[in-house]
């Protein structure tokens, strides 16, 4: 059975960082794209990165840019999203996806243009 687990979530302080974890299971990520997507209560689903099966790249929106960054571990199928300098505005349910076509825009990241998702982990940002 295909399926991604996020898992890293939790509550931490304005400036302080946390690392999520996306975890595939009955299959491998290496022929994936991945994408980091987000949700805050009210909102659309925000993408805000993928790693693209393409060139290998990584790409992110402008809101996360120079903040979050992303990497994956072929060998153990897991993806990974570490969240620097986090703001109260971060505050969201964070999830995974993949997809097979090949991502190039951090700005253009769709949830729609995503097929596999996961359940997401909860990040609250607050002092």
């Known amino acids: 059975q295909v399926q991604l687990v996020e898992s890293g979530g939790g509550l931490v302080q304005p400036g302080e960082s946390l690392r999520l974890s996306c975890t595939a299971s009955?299959?491998?990520?290496?022929?994936?794209?991945i994408g980091w997507f987000r949700q805050a209560p009210g909102e659309e689903r925000e993408g805000l990165s993928c790693?693209?099966?393409?060139?290998?790249?990584?790409y992110y929106a402008g809101s996360v840019k120079g903040r979050f960054t992303v990497s994956r571990d072929n060998a153990k199928t897991t993806v990974y999203l570490q969240m620097n300098s986090l703001k109260p505005e971060d505050t969201a349910v964070y999830y995974c996806?993949?997809?097979?076509?090949?991502?190039?825009?951090?700005?253009?990241?769709?949830?729609?243009?995503?097929?596999?998702w996961g359940r997401g982990t909860q990040v609250t940002v607050s002092s």
């Open positions: 996806a993949v997809d097979t076509w090949a991502c190039f825009d951090g700005d253009d990241i769709r949830p729609t243009d995503w097929g596999t």
């Open positions: 009955g299959f491998s990520l290496d022929i994936y794209s």
């Open positions: 790693i693209s099966n393409g060139d290998g790249k990584a």
